[in-house]
């Protein structure tokens, strides 16, 4: 069984060793699932699917949610764990079962918190946001995912990162006429005009806000480019995937907006195929400032979008806090600094403790 109230260390490097791709999380949330029962006491717990859920009911005045996603992406010849000069390296070392072994431990150690606490571990994280757990627990169990301030386990270096950038993609397409290369003043080549697409995009100034004291920085960019029919056709058709992460004080409908601003006046046009909300940070409320001050005020802005969105959706302050290195989340050399880990429990610890 999963030693929750031993070397936290320790804890990360068996939580790696039991394999959990996405869709494959079974095992692991067995095993959480046993252990939370069998080594804390005053939580009620409960399975969702391959999702494991615990809760107090001390009537603490607050309640502080601890979330942490139980997949990882495919193994690269990494696993099991192994430590190297204080580095334990394996696959979801960073991203993000430390942050699990983390939440784990200290739900078992802390006797007597100031805060009711949650703990959420679910699955699919890691795939299409359809499949996402919590997502299914917020449609299921909306109940369990209430509370003052959320904290997703995501690998931050030990920042507290706050709130998140909102995303969306557009494709952006030209319309031409086809002809011969040989005889291309016939033609109207739809390549051609996504030039004028692209002067926009890299002549682009993106914005930098600050908010809750953390400054987030916009970007717009194109990352992919379709178009082409042959090596002797003039292609009547061609297109540009443009990704712009905006920060989360614009809505996703006003920054398509800002994005049809920007492209204004090109013979284009313009679909969205993918968007989702920022997350404001949200410091200012009472149990997230008490986070910050645990932290020593090491906190910064979030750049990309993860799971404290849902939670910002639904009104609840949310930081991502974890000890791996974001850098480090999903590359085939995977792995997180042990001093880290016991820097995490510790500042936590303070927290939760009062």
Not at 16 to 27: F, G, K
Not at 210 to 239: T, W
Not at 283 to 309: C, F, H, I, M, N
């Amino acid at each position: 069984m999963l030693d929750l109230r031993g070397d936290p260390i320790a804890l990360t490097a068996a939580l790696v060793d039991i394999p959990s791709e996405s869709r494959a999380e079974a095992l692991i949330a067995d095993e959480v699932e046993a252990a939370l029962r069998a080594q804390t006491s005053g939580y009620e717990i409960i399975r969702n699917g391959d999702a494991v859920l615990a809760r107090t009911s001390l009537g603490r005045p607050s309640r502080v949610l601890l979330a942490g996603h139980l997949d990882t992406v495919p193994v690269a010849g990494n696993v099991p764990s192994c430590l190297v000069g204080g580095q334990l390296f394996g696959c979801g070392t960073a991203d993000m079962k430390s942050g699990d072994a983390v939440f784990l431990h200290l739900a078992a150690t802390v006797a007597e918190p100031a805060h009711d606490l949650t703990l959420v571990f679910y699955d699919c994280e890691e795939i299409e946001a359809a499949a996402n757990g919590l997502g299914r627990i917020e449609r299921e169990l909306p109940e369990w995912l209430r509370a003052d301030v959320a904290i997703l386990g995501e690998p931050t270096a030990g920042f507290i990162e706050a709130g998140c950038q909102g995303t969306l993609r557009v494709v952006v397409s030209a319309r031409g006429v086809r002809a011969h290369s040989a005889r291309s003043w016939l033609g109207d080549n739809a390549i051609h005009k996504l030039g004028a697409v692209l002067d926009r995009l890299g002549a682009y100034q993106p914005r930098r806000v600050e908010i809750d004291g953390c400054e987030y920085r916009e970007g717009l960019s194109a990352v992919r480019v379709e178009g082409g029919v042959a090596g002797n056709v003039i292609p009547d058709a061609a297109s540009v995937t443009v990704n712009f992460r905006f920060a989360p004080d614009r809505s996703v409908d006003a920054a398509l907006r800002h994005v049809h601003e920007v492209l204004d006046g090109l013979d284009v046009s313009i679909e969205l195929t993918d968007s989702a909300a920022g997350a404001l940070p949200g410091l200012s409320q009472p149990a997230a400032k008490a986070l910050v001050e645990a932290a020593g005020g090491q906190v910064r802005a979030k750049y990309g979008w993860t799971d404290v969105a849902r939670f910002a959706a639904l009104g609840i302050p949310a930081v991502n806090f974890g000890p791996g290195d974001p850098n480090l989340a999903h590359t085939r050399d995977e792995r997180v600094a042990v001093s880290a880990i016991t820097a995490a429990v510790e500042m936590l610890r303070r927290y939760l403790s009062g």
